[in-house]
């Protein structure tokens, strides 16, 4: 079993930043990919960004330029840097670990953007 608790959404104005934290517990996610989503109120959840256990990312094309993941091994974290955020993303964003078998979820943290 692996625990996800994310931390650092909040509101933020247009063309802001914030930074959101993801802690992993329970057991070690260092050889494991691990990602973000989001979901806005009345759509389907959707892929952000994710990254390998070799620190390899990959981003969907909306969030590309702006949006930067990293992870800490050592730690068992991932973080999800973002800039010049837009109201278009404001959701709840959810972090994520794929492990053979199975895939954990965090609770989500709201990110609200005001215009």
């Known amino acids: 079993q692996v625990q996800l608790v994310e931390s650092g959404g909040g509101l933020v104005q247009a063309g802001g930043s914030l930074r959101l934290s993801c802690a992993a517990s329970g057991r070690t996610v260092s050889f494991y990919a691990m990602g973000w989503f989001r979901q806005a109120p009345g759509k389907e959840r959707e892929f952000v960004a994710t990254i390998s256990w070799n620190h390899r990312p990959d981003y969907a094309d909306s969030v590309k330029g702006r949006f930067t993941i990293s992870r800490d091994n050592a730690k068992n974290t991932v973080s999800l840097q973002m800039n010049s955020l837009l109201p278009e993303d404001t959701a709840v964003y959810y972090c994520?670990?794929?492990?053979?078998?199975?895939?954990?979820w965090g609770q989500g943290t709201q990110v609200t953007v005001s215009a």
């Open positions: 994520n670990v794929v492990l053979p078998g199975a895939t954990y």
